[in-house]
């Protein structure tokens, strides 16, 4: 995770990415870089992909507690979606 920092205010911006929860959407800073690091990781099993995700969206966002359960899915559900466009755009 060597990212650079953000020139200004607008580049930091730029960094944050919507995530929709069951209760509406949130802004996730870094979003697409940790969703590409953990495709990099090659994990199979769906748990560990949702903990891997999770722990590094809380490196740059504050989860509380009570909602780890919905952004766990909602993460899985973004991870696979990115996933599967970027295997269409390979062919």
Same mark, same amino acid.
């Given at each position: 995770?060597?990212?650079?920092?953000?020139?200004?205010? =607008? =580049?930091? =911006?730029?960094?944050?990415?919507?995530?929709?929860?069951? +209760? +509406?959407?949130? +802004?996730?800073?870094?979003?697409?870089?940790?969703?590409? *690091? %953990?495709? &990099?990781?090659?994990?199979? $099993? &769906?748990?560990?992909?949702?903990? *891997?995700?999770?722990?590094?969206?809380?490196?740059?966002?504050? %989860?509380?507690?009570? %909602? &780890? $359960?919905?952004?766990?899915?909602?993460?899985?559900?973004?991870?696979?979606?990115?996933?599967?466009?970027?295997?269409? &755009? $390979?062919?």
């Amino acid at each position: 995770m060597t990212e650079a920092k953000p020139c200004c205010a =607008a =580049a930091a =911006a730029r960094m944050i990415k919507k995530l929709v929860l069951p +209760g +509406g959407e949130v +802004g996730v800073v870094n979003l697409e870089s940790i969703l590409k *690091e %953990v495709a &990099d990781l090659k994990l199979a $099993d &769906d748990n560990a992909i949702k903990k *891997e995700l999770l722990n590094r969206v809380k490196i740059y966002n504050y %989860v509380a507690p009570s %909602v &780890d $359960d919905e952004y766990s899915e909602a993460l899985l559900e973004e991870y696979k979606r990115q996933n599967r466009e970027t295997q269409r &755009d $390979d062919k």
